[in-house]
């Protein structure tokens, strides 16, 4: 017999852990869904795997690779969980990081707030150091004092310095050596510094993203270490790797190193998984929504390819508005994430509106209807009330619901302040976490000067085909999509991303003044480490791709963009198309060239990445009818305003619609993660790669 | 056209994307410190009829108003008729636009086919146009730079290169006033092609019908918000340090139904010196801050200005005639929105703002690279603390009124031979109050070079603090001097010697409400974190505060102070 092979994908959201196992060659997969364990993540991976694969009859060694995703890193940021952290900066500016870009966000707004850094001011320390813009060392590093101050913040209680000196990412010698003296001083201190974790100039971002690195890191390292110990008690085979922010992935060590690139990893692989659907459906624009437990995702997919930006603010501090959150600077998949999930409380506040989020019941105590202490009503409350989740079918029954509880706590909670009806209360609810995620899809899709009419919308996440529908409409949406599987289907962007490390060398030349056995040595070096460490992670010599590029600006400009350099050996042959390809990229961008100056080399860039990976997932169809009215498995109330309130609504079996099924709203389509609710008169289909698809365009 | 409230939500969303888009590539293309670390600029939409429809997001209200006046003056000069595709045009008249020559106005209109469905419109602030370097001494407009009349910077997609040569040969920073001229003209291609785009998307023929509704809608929002206001004049006056001497700004903000009235009537006579500022400069400033006021929401557009009347008298440090000398006008223009404040403070309890610091320091630092003779020029914008909110502290080292940002210590030496030895909050500059002003800044420069260097310091408030409000102490005032040389004058040209240290220290903001209102515990939490001294917080807030750790300790956490609640009970006789 052949022997098999399994890829293995999850994610770790706030309120739910999803997984998928995908079997290599037959794309045949197995998902599970189970609540979030907060104290200590991997219980809960180690409980979704071990039943998914008990159930599906597959051995623990049979795993060829893990990819992971986890909200991790984001949590403790917005929580402010992370390590009692201390910022060692260049004597004179401690205060770079709160003293921050100096304008204003917003011009008109008199109640701005500045971001809070992650160090409080008592924390952040003045080091005798002192390096120049062109390396030179002005003066010296005082060793003995950072030994001294690392001792004393050994004795109380910090557990995490970040040194982060000017210029260091010219000249790292004064980081690098501050670093050995901490250790010398206080072994058991974790240290990032900034010419590590971002060699970058500008000291305010490069600041802020590495006192974010080791803010994070003790709580990652142990998370991760102790995943690695249980996946191989559990006998698990293969490679751990970790989802990045960028939606490559990367090994457990190098997540360890650079904790701050696991930020928003989860909904990265949702925006990959998005990706990769759409592209089957031929649909190479989507409006991804992604509703989890905790929070909502959205992102534009354009032309087949997420959005990436350099650059991002976590735990924006004021209306959510750019500019008030902690600036991070590292590649990340552009989207939107607001407070709104199936978690989110409602309440009514002090002038008696009614208020939904941000603040979650998480997985505990979690919404009311869970029967684990949760007294708070939620937005999975009030879908339950309105007839849209079926009380003995959530997680396919294996989690019943208290329909009573969530009647009562709307009622006293909510009905009563207000005056009005239980049920006018839970479709309030409803109808306001609505407003919040189309208002944030619209904000997104329009920052990036793209058109919400233009984008049908691929909702996934255990409540976002429960929301899509009202959503899709209030945004003019021409189409709705749901996958199969769409409670967990986020998990398919950690396995449909290839392994990849990204390098970068600084060093700076003017195009036509270049030292190209200089330049020609660092693309080798950085080509050569991308290939041995793919080669450690299982991917054969031959089948490593890679990407050259340069930064490149004209002489004097302050940011650069990225052109394409050609593979083999530069020299001064290459000059033409390399001016070349400058200009195009940067006519492309910029619509005209600038003016008549030399143009220059900042960065030096490699992509080293593995195959493409093959994923083809098969669904397994049995007794799956293209007749909708024979997968009708029932009837129950749903509220539907259009048909004035509760009407008796059609439950569909989503495993036994086949391709080329088609009914009509009001519809209740349930699969064991997650249901669709499909508003009256809207026409849906299911197309050849099993998606629902709603017509919205009528 | 009817617009639908959804299509046009959807519609000026876009315009404000492609507004913020054009920014973007405004500053990621720029080669001057002022663009594209500072943001001293306005980016806009306009429609055929030269409205400002739209702006971005950030930038400075010293320039939007002024830009928005500046177009309409470039399209009388350049009829539509007359232009073509890949025209670009330019000026930087004071008078025309933004008040000063170092601020370059430049415009593009948007061809679809062969009609102008709109123009894209930026102003910014030039690193060098020649003259003297910018400070207040000069005494007429003529000494202060290149005036550029209004004139086509490109012809047909053809750079102007007789203007260019020109420029380039009266300018100290060649490649970076001329280099920024092109980011200009491609940061208006950018919002051109977004336009178009979205034209094709949405089947508009014209984008007219799209301003009037959006104009009109700012328009009646904005006459909504002052009528909320009851009717009656108020008056303030507030002092900025001036040049030979100190300069009163008057104001009079009379509300009268649904119009308001910006009188300066009172202020000081035009200035012999280059403070003086013209009247499209003074409206920007003013018409801001009422916005900023009453109905900050609302889209700032062509519609947001009409209820605003803004009148100085000629001849008026604000409202100056020609030729008058104008190149630090900012120095007075940023005091109009305290001065308003001030006036409103009695209609508007809670919703303004104390004084703040106000005007954004601004340095303009010359010399030789070390060992060459090749010179550096480099402007460098630093900002003090905002004025206390009702329900806030004041920010630190953040601008207001203008959104200026400052200058990495990074970037400042990499592209000049400077060494910047510190840049941090300045301890005891927010002027003490419930609720705190923001803190000033202290930062120190020196040179690398071995021979004579200079900086023109176009500051303010070195003497005249920032005011609190109900009860609040005023904030600390700015510092200018060097270690050699003592307290230095600002807004000229000081040299120093090559060892000099040179200390810019802007002020910090004034506090809000009575500092006794504010709880102990807040006054703690500001000792540890030193922005209150031991000292003040028992001299300004009547709180008593023992540090309990050692003398030496490098370490000093929040449990290494305590506050002595009956020394402080004594104080503030509770």
């Given amino acids: ?698 | 056209m009817v617009l639908d409230p959804i299509t046009l939500e959807v519609l000026w969303n876009r315009l404000l994307s492609v507004a913020n888009e054009q920014q973007v590539a405004l500053m990621r293309t720029a080669f001057s410190t002022i663009v594209r670390e500072s943001q001293d600029l306005a980016c806009g939409v306009f429609d055929t009829r030269g409205q400002m429809i739209g702006q971005s997001l950030t930038g400075t209200p010293g320039h939007i108003n002024p830009m928005a006046t500046g177009a309409k003056h470039l399209l009388a000069a350049y009829p539509p008729a007359t232009l073509r595709p890949g025209d670009v045009l330019i000026t930087n008249d004071p008078w025309l636009t933004a008040g000063q020559v170092n601020d370059f106005t430049v415009l593009t209109p948007v061809f679809r086919g062969d009609t102008i469905v709109g123009y894209f419109a930026n102003c910014c602030h030039s690193a060098d146009i020649g003259g003297r370097v910018l400070s207040a001494e000069a005494h007429e407009v003529y000494e202060e730079g290149l005036r550029v009349p209004i004139t086509k910077l490109f012809d047909a997609g053809e750079p102007n290169h007789e203007l260019l040569k020109i420029i380039r040969a009266n300018v100290r920073t060649p490649d970076e006033t001329v280099g920024d001229l092109y980011a200009q003209a491609s940061c208006n291609a950018v919002g051109a092609r977004s336009l178009l785009q979205m034209m094709d998307e949405f089947g508009l023929d014209s984008i007219d019908p799209l301003a009037d509704a959006i104009i009109a809608r700012s328009e009646a929002a904005m006459r909504e918000a002052i009528r909320a206001l009851p009717n009656g004049r108020h008056e303030h006056e507030v002092w900025s340090d001036g040049f030979e001497e100190p300069i009163k700004i008057k104001v009079a903000v009379t509300i009268a139904d649904e119009d308001i009235y910006i009188d300066f009537a009172g202020s000081s006579p035009q200035s012999r010196r280059g403070i003086n500022v013209v009247m499209n400069y003074t409206h920007g400033y003013a018409s801001f801050a009422m916005k900023a006021a009453i109905s900050p929401d609302v889209p700032h557009n062509e519609g947001a200005f009409r209820p605003v009347h803004v009148s100085a008298p000629a001849g008026s440090i604000l409202n100056c005639r020609p030729p008058a000398a104008v190149a630090s006008r900012h120095l007075i223009g940023h005091f109009l929105p305290g001065a308003i404040f001030g006036a409103l403070a009695p209609v508007l309890p809670n919703r303004l703002l104390a004084g703040g610091a106000d005007p954004g320091w601004m340095s303009i630092w010359r010399g030789a690279w070390p060992g060459t003779e090749n010179p550096f020029m480099l402007t460098v914008f630093q900002l003090g603390g905002m004025g206390a909110r009702a329900i806030k502290d004041g920010l630190n080292t953040t601008g207001f009124p203008s959104g200026v940002a400052g200058v990495p210590a990074e970037v400042i030496e990499t592209l000049a031979p400077l060494i910047q030895h510190r840049r941090e909050l300045r301890t005891d500059s927010g002027g003490a109050g419930a609720q705190r002003g923001g803190l000033g800044q202290a930062t120190e420069l020196s040179y690398r070079g071995d021979g004579r260097w200079s900086v023109s310091a176009m500051i303010d408030r070195t003497r005249f603090a920032a005011q609190g409000f109900d009860g609040g102490q005023p904030g600390a005032p700015g510092g200018f001097y060097a270690n050699d040389l003592g307290t230095l004058a600002p807004k000229t040209v000081v040299w120093f010697a090559p060892g000099s240290r040179v200390h810019l220290d802007p002020p910090g903001g004034g506090g809000y409400g009575p500092p006794l209102a504010r709880e102990p515990e807040r006054v703690l939490a500001d000792v540890v974190s030193g922005y209150v001294s031991i000292e003040a917080a028992a001299r300004e807030y009547d709180v008593v505060i023992h540090y309990t750790g050692t003398p030496a300790q490098l370490v000093r956490l929040p449990e290494h102070y305590t506050i002595d609640w009956e020394a402080t009970s004594a104080l503030r006789g509770t």
């Fill in chain 1, 1 to 698: 017999m052949q022997s098999r092979s399994y890829r293995v994908g999850v994610d770790i959201g706030g309120t739910f852990t999803d997984l998928i196992i995908v079997e290599e060659g037959s794309g045949a997969f197995t998902v599970g869904k189970v609540l979030t364990t907060p104290d200590d993540p991997s219980q809960a991976i180690e409980a979704v795997l071990s039943e998914a694969l008990a159930r599906a009859g597959i051995a623990p060694a049979e795993i060829a690779q893990l990819v992971h995703g986890t909200t991790l890193v984001t949590n403790a940021m917005i929580e402010r969980k992370g390590a009692r952290t201390a910022l060692l900066a260049t004597a004179g500016f401690r205060d770079a990081v709160e003293i921050g870009r100096e304008n204003r966000y917003d011009l008109y707004d008199l109640l701005l707030e500045n971001p809070r850094p992650l160090v409080p001011r008592y924390l952040r320390f003045d080091v005798p150091e002192r390096t120049l813009a062109d390396g030179t060392v002005l003066t010296a590093l005082d060793e003995q004092y950072v030994e001294r101050l690392a001792g004393e913040l050994a004795a109380a209680g910090v557990e995490a310095v970040a040194v982060a000196f000017l210029h260091s990412f010219t000249n790292p010698a004064h980081e690098q050596a501050a670093r050995a003296a901490v250790g010398r001083a206080a072994p058991n201190m974790r240290v990032s510094i900034s010419s590590d974790v971002v060699p970058e100039i500008r000291e305010f971002e490069r600041t802020s993203t590495t006192i974010a690195n080791v803010y994070v890191q003790a709580r990652v390292e142990r998370y991760l270490r102790e995943l690695e110990t249980r996946l191989q008690r559990m006998g698990v085979g293969g490679n751990l790797f970790l989802m990045l922010s960028s939606g490559g992935i990367a090994t457990v060590d190098t997540a360890v190193r650079y904790p701050v690139r696991l930020l928003e990893s989860g909904p990265a692989a949702g925006a990959l998984a998005a990706t990769a659907y759409g592209q089957a459906a031929g649909h190479p624009n989507l409006l991804s929504f992604d509703m989890g437990g905790t929070t909502a995702k959205i992102c534009v997919i354009d032309q087949g390819r997420p959005l990436i930006a350099h650059e991002f603010e976590v735990d924006r501090m004021y209306r959510f508005k750019k500019g008030s959150g902690l600036p991070i600077t590292l590649p990340v998949i552009e989207m939107i994430e607001i407070g709104t999930g199936g978690g989110s409380i409602a309440r009514v506040d002090a002038l008696g509106l009614l208020k939904v989020g941000p603040d979650s019941s998480g997985s505990v105590p979690g919404p009311v209807c869970y029967g684990r202490g949760g007294s708070e009503p939620t937005v999975t409350d009030a879908d339950l009330v309105l007839g849209y989740l079926d009380p003995a079918y959530f997680l396919g029954g294996r989690m019943a619901l208290d329909v009573a509880g969530a009647r009562l706590a709307i009622s006293t909670r909510i009905a009563a302040p207000l005056g009005i009806s239980v049920e006018a209360a839970a479709w309030g609810i409803h109808q306001i976490a609505n407003e919040h995620m189309a208002n944030a899809a619209r904000v997104h899709a329009l920052e990036r000067g793209k058109d919400p009419h233009r984008f049908p919308m691929f909702a996934f996440g255990g409540a976002g085909p429960v929301h899509a529908y009202r959503i899709a409409r209030a945004l003019g949406a021409p189409a709705l999509l749901a996958p199969l599987g769409a409670g967990v289907i986020s998990t398919v962007g950690f396995l449909s991303a290839p392994l990849a490390f990204d390098f970068v060398r600084s060093w700076r030349g003017q195009l036509g003044a270049l030292d190209w056995a200089h330049a020609n040595t660092l693309l080798r070096e950085m080509e050569a480490e991308g290939a041995s460490l793919l080669e450690a992670s299982g991917v054969t010599a031959g089948a490593v791709r890679y990407r050259r590029e340069a930064d490149m600006r004209y002489v004097g400009q302050g940011h650069q963009i990225r052109v394409p350099l050609p593979d083999g050996e530069l020299n001064d042959a290459h000059l033409p198309a390399l001016q070349a390809a400058f200009e195009a990229v940067y006519r492309e961008l910029y619509e005209r060239l600038g003016p008549p100056v030399p143009v220059e080399v900042i960065n030096w860039r490699v992509v080293a990445a593995g195959p493409e990976p093959e994923l083809q997932l098969a669904v397994r169809a049995e007794n799956a009818t293209a007749e909708a009215g024979d997968a009708v498995k029932g009837a129950r109330p749903a509220y539907f305003p259009e048909t004035g309130g509760f009407t008796s609504t059609p439950i569909y079996d989503r495993y036994r619609l086949a391709p080329g099924a088609q009914f009509t709203g009001p519809a209740i389509i349930e699969e064991r993660e997650s249901t669709v609710i499909v508003g009256p008169g809207a026409r849906c289909q299911i197309d050849a790669q099993w998606n629902l698809g709603v017509d919205l365009a009528s």
